[in-house]
């Protein structure tokens, strides 16, 4: 185990909310013991985003210091759904449904963390087994006050909305997860604080020492609200390398500070220089565009970050016409096919969205019109730097 107190200091402080029990996790570090440190990702979608990715940094953190890490994949409970981070209830999704979003989570979260030393389980395995009788038994650790007081569950019913008993299991099943893998850490969102405390609750009733906790803040998206793939305002690790760069840039200028403390693992005392040089009037978008080359980088590699920091800058920038317009023949000429078989959005309702908001041009013309056909000839535009020559 790495001991090294300066990267134990920075991995109990960098892009963390809150510890529990800090100063027991920091002895325990310091140890050279090696803990199991656990993270779970719902497949509510098919993509993972930057603001998931957050806390799969601080998996890579520990594993660099020589802990196993787990990474687990909620087949069970994204049947269930959380809504800890919502202002209504969660519908539940089908099982086709999950498992076609999960298919690449891994291969997605390797984009970050070393799958070979990296512990990979899906819930399903513990959870789809359990009978009336222990979860009854899980049940009796916990009051309904308890669930019921929590901030958007106790804001619900206070304007009448529907909460289901559905969502009060969805606790006991995230911290079952914690006793089936033996967890010594969980991470996740300060949205997940809640279902983070289960988890310790449920190990004491297990007999087993109750886990850490390290939560992290939540990033903001494209729009300024919570990056949500509900919300549509995501800049997703599946994302071409020029829309990742492109997103970046449409970034608020107050988010890139936090942007290059959550979402890279460039070195503090480099940040530190960054955000005192934009409050001392440097223009926020020389260090926008450092922002967006490193996060294409950490998930292309420098070559393609520079090509497509050059392209933004001389496409956006300069305002000049690309020269290498890439040529797409579509099997169905309606802009929303177009979109989608092009891969410029991910989805249909993706491309929806996309154009209802006037992010797409045809000739240079803003398109609102989701019937809309596109000529063979026509320049499709979709954002601010990605173009189509349509055959």
Not at 211 to 218: A, F, K, V
Request: charged share 30%; hydrophobic share 35%.
């Amino acid at each position: 185990m790495n001991t090294d107190e300066k990267k134990i200091a920075e991995l109990l402080s960098r892009g963390v909310d809150e510890a529990i029990d800090k100063a027991d996790l920091e002895k325990k570090l310091k140890s050279g013991e090696q803990l199991r440190v656990k993270l779970g990702i719902d497949p509510t979608s098919p993509n993972l985003h930057l603001g998931r990715a957050i806390p799969i940094f601080k998996l890579r953190d520990f594993q660099e210091l020589g802990h196993k890490i787990v990474l687990i994949i909620g087949d069970f409970t994204g049947l269930v759904g959380d809504t800890s981070d919502k202002a209504s209830e969660r519908p539940m999704l089908d099982e086709e449904t999950v498992k076609q979003n999960m298919q690449t989570y891994s291969q997605q979260a390797g984009k970050i963390i070393d799958l070979e030393k990296c512990e990979i389980r899906y819930n399903s395995e513990w959870l789809k087994d359990l009978d009336y009788r222990e979860i009854s038994r899980q049940a009796d650790m916990f009051s309904v006050n308890d669930f019921i007081s929590r901030e958007n569950i106790a804001k619900r019913l206070g304007e009448g909305k529907r909460v289901s008993l559905r969502e009060v299991l969805y606790p006991l099943m995230q911290g079952y997860d914690s006793v089936a893998i033996k967890a010594d850490v969980e991470l996740g969102g300060t949205d997940q604080r809640f279902n983070l405390l289960s988890g310790r609750d449920m190990q004491r009733n297990y007999d087993q020492d109750p886990q850490n906790i390290i939560t992290n803040p939540l990033i903001s998206g494209l729009d300024g609200r919570k990056m949500s793939s509900s919300w549509g305002n995501t800049i997703n690790l599946t994302d071409t390398s020029r829309d990742m760069f492109g997103k970046v840039m449409s970034l608020k200028d107050e988010l890139i500070i936090d942007y290059f403390k959550l979402a890279t693992r460039v070195d503090l005392e480099i940040i530190h220089d960054y955000q005192n040089a934009i409050e001392s009037e440097a223009n926020p978008r020389d260090y926008k565009i450092k922002l967006a080359h490193e996060v294409v980088k950490q998930f292309s590699d420098e070559q393609t970050a520079d090509s497509e920091e050059k392209y933004f800058i001389e496409t956006f920038s300069k305002g000049a016409t690309p020269t290498d317009i890439r040529e797409f023949k579509p099997g169905n000429y309606n802009i929303i096919s177009v979109l989608v078989e092009s891969e410029l959005v991910a989805s249909r309702s993706d491309a929806r969205r996309v154009i209802e908001q006037g992010g797409v041009k045809i000739n240079e013309e803003v398109v609102t019109d989701i019937l809309a056909e596109i000529k063979s000839g026509s320049t499709l535009q979709k954002g601010k730097i990605n173009f189509l020559k349509i055959e």
